[in-house]
């Protein structure tokens, strides 16, 4: 995708005008962020990018993270010369071949289908971050909450469609109680409550956070990581937003 921005046309001491390209870079169709880059007829000594969210970054080809869809406004400084434009967010189109910018583990697409209840799934991830999922009243996607016993993931893979984040865990035998009260305790925390927390047997790591198409271990448990993880997925999703 790519904008014409409306600068003087004789921008320096040449003709012309700027293109801005823009690409989206994650880990599926509904990411945030998104690459920039200036494709100016002059060569530029100084590229300012101010985003609505405060930050400000520098240079010719930049990645920013959105914090929502939608359109988003951004001004670009080149030079003396100054001009606001709007980009959608996600950006549509081929997504750009760079690294995930937050060192998540992007998993490739198992599907959205319905299943029937009691069906069981053979996911290639374990656990999985996508695929074919129960869908009903009562039954998924389950309520939003702290499930010390396992949920099984053809219910909660559904909560991930809709934009739901999902925090596995397991403990070698009998999880300590101070340990389930910090996940409870976090679970209250969020506000958006777009959260399910619940524990899988035989997980790799001690804590893991999912998404739809993503993952992310931890080796204990870290709030504040969480929490990261969270804001910076959560709504991502086929129906993440509606």
């Not at 920039?36 to 520098?58: E, K, M, R």
């Not at 010719?60 to 959105?66: M, N, P, W, Y």
Request: one cysteine or more.
């Amino acid at each position: 995708m790519f904008s014409t921005l409306p600068f003087l046309a004789g921008f320096g001491s040449a003709p012309g005008k700027v293109e801005v390209v823009s690409k989206r870079r994650g880990c599926s169709e509904f990411s945030h962020t998104a690459v920039l880059t200036v494709n100016s007829p002059v060569q530029a000594t100084a590229i300012q990018w101010f985003f609505t969210d405060g930050t400000v970054q520098v240079g010719q080809s930049i990645v920013h993270t959105f914090d929502q869809s939608g359109p988003q406004r951004v001004r670009l400084v080149i030079g003396p010369e100054t001009q606001d434009f709007t980009l959608q967010i996600p950006v549509r189109g081929e997504p750009d071949d760079g690294p995930d910018p937050f060192g998540d583990t992007c998993r490739p697409i198992e599907g959205e289908q319905h299943v029937p209840q009691g069906t069981a799934v053979n996911y290639r991830d374990n656990p999985p971050a996508s695929g074919p999922h129960n869908s009903g009243a009562g039954v998924a996607p389950i309520e939003p909450g702290f499930y010390p016993d396992p949920v099984r993931p053809e219910v909660w893979v559904h909560n991930l469609e809709h934009g739901d984040i999902v925090i596995l865990f397991d403990c070698p035998g009998t999880c300590d109680p101070g340990f389930l009260q910090s996940l409870q305790s976090f679970f209250n925390s969020i506000v958006s409550h777009k959260l399910v927390i619940t524990r899988y047997p035989g997980l790799s790591s001690p804590i893991m956070a999912v998404a739809w198409q993503v993952q992310r271990s931890f080796d204990a448990f870290d709030a504040v990581e969480l929490k990261a993880f969270h804001d910076r997925r959560v709504g991502q999703a086929p129906e993440g937003e509606e």
